[in-house]
């Protein structure tokens, strides 16, 4: 009989629970030989890049499938049985098991989110096990900088049941000294952003997309950004906060014809391009996630060449390494969106991380529009250094849950800094 040590993995234990779109996800609970628990649950896309890693998922009728009941027995069994008496310290180990054990290139047969709850809930029981806060464990004795927040407080597109082809229009309080004071802004700007929108568009224009941002009856990308700026300026923040879009372009792409359908037109890359163009000189924006569709690398090269801010690659780069490696020398962006789910395991979105610092890119740590209560992408962003995080509007409880605990992060750390306007170009 071998001696466990305390780190030693003992029990993997999975079960579905809720996510904020009423749908089931997975939870996993690790514990280690000296009884500290780690749980962790994955969270779920809706507007997904077509090269993510693969999770099994319940469609429609969510009970009466098979997807995330699978992935949940896939915890329980497999992955189970291969984890246990593994180090939860040497996560490098643990997650490439379960790549092995998968044994696809996008962990769809066990599963990407039950593949993404268990690796993030060895880190957590790792960090607990050795009684260090997560942040601290991930990122050693010198993670002390929060990140700059994109708060996504009008959404459209693919999260929200009107007009507006954008599907994130994000807010970026950076000039301040700490993110409690950055978020306390954010806060404001969205609650002046409420009164100013049921007064132009009426009551209905206050309900809420999928990230918690308004959803209201808008036809046109100007209308969102000038309520943005309005909401800015009657709250006192001109100059001091920044906007970000998440255009999400494939989207709105209408691949039989090869163009975008956008604000009532129909427009090629080239229109697109000086469509953003316009709106970065005459808007505040510094960043322009996705500005065109996934396959367009191209597009994306020209997009850096010419718009001068941040280009950031989600359904581009899905948070591969391969893709991330691809992108960077090619110059197809300058920032990476890191959603830990899209690439499936912990160790490969430090790897995503890591590869964007050493090529002065910007890392942008983030959430789901389908999120749970877990808080790891708080701690994750203070960990590994990342310039950003987005997790949604400063409202509705599976977004506040990230801003919260960074919140507690910061004050728990002597020397807190604050990103400020490292995320800019
Ligand atoms: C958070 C996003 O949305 P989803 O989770 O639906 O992919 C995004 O596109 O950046
Ligand atoms: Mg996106």
């Not at 500290?36 to 499938?65: I, M, Q, T, V, Y």
């Not at 769809?108 to 009684?131: F, H």
């Not at 879009?245 to 014809?257: E, S």
Request: contains cysteine; glycine residues 8%; hydrophobic residues 40%.
């Amino acid at each position: 009989m071998s001696l466990e040590s305390p780190t030693q993995i003992v029990s993997v234990k999975g079960r579905w629970i809720l996510d904020s779109r009423g749908n089931p996800t997975v939870e996993v609970d690790v514990v280690t030989a000296c009884g500290a628990l780690g749980r962790a649950a994955a969270p779920s896309g809706a507007s997904k890049g077509s090269r993510e890693a693969l999770e099994l998922r319940d469609g429609e009728k969510a009970f009466h499938g098979k997807g995330v009941s699978k992935a949940v027995k896939n915890v329980n069994e497999e992955i189970a049985n291969a984890l246990k008496g593994l180090d939860a310290l040497d996560q490098r180990k643990v997650d490439l098991t379960m790549i092995e054990l998968d044994g696809t290139s996008n962990k769809s047969r066990l599963g990407a989110n039950a593949i993404v709850a268990t690796s993030m809930a060895v880190a957590k029981a790792a960090a607990n096990s050795l009684g260090l806060p997560l942040y601290r464990y991930l990122g050693g004795p010198l993670a002390d900088e929060l990140p700059t927040p994109l708060l996504n407080v009008i959404n459209g597109g693919e999260h929200a049941g009107n007009d507006l082809a954008i599907q994130e229009f994000m807010i970026v309080p950076w000039d301040f000294s700490s993110f409690s004071e950055a978020l306390q802004a954010a806060s404001e700007i969205y609650h002046t952003l409420k009164g100013y929108l049921k007064e132009r568009y009426g009551k209905s224009a206050i309900n809420v997309g999928d990230e918690g941002g308004f959803a209201p009856p808008m036809k046109e990308t100007r209308e969102a950004l000038d309520a943005l700026v309005e909401a800015i300026k009657e709250s006192g923040y001109e100059g001091r906060v920044a906007l970000a879009l998440d255009a999400a372009a494939t989207h709105f792409y209408d691949p039989n014809k090869d163009v975008y359908v956008i604000d009532g037109q129909e427009l090629d890359r080239e229109g697109l391009l000086e469509f953003y163009e316009k709106l970065i000189q005459e808007y505040p924006i510094v960043s322009i996630e996705d500005p065109l569709q996934e396959n367009d690398w191209e597009g994306f090269k020209e997009a850096v060449k010419r718009l001068k801010v941040r280009i950031v690659g989600d359904d581009l780069l899905v948070t591969h390494p391969d893709l991330v490696a691809k992108a960077i020398k090619e110059g197809a962006a300058n920032a990476v969106l890191v959603k830990v789910n899209q690439v499936g395991t912990v160790s490969e979105a430090w790897d995503v991380v890591d590869m964007a610092h050493r090529s002065k890119w910007a890392a942008i740590v983030s959430h789901r529009s389908g999120e749970t209560e877990d808080t790891f992408i708080a701690d994750f962003a203070v960990g590994v250094g990342a310039k950003a995080i987005k997790t949604g509007a400063p409202a509705r409880g599976e977004r506040t849950a990230k801003y919260n605990r960074l919140l507690r992060i910061e004050e728990e750390l002597s020397t807190p800094r604050f990103a400020r306007n490292k995320y800019f170009l």
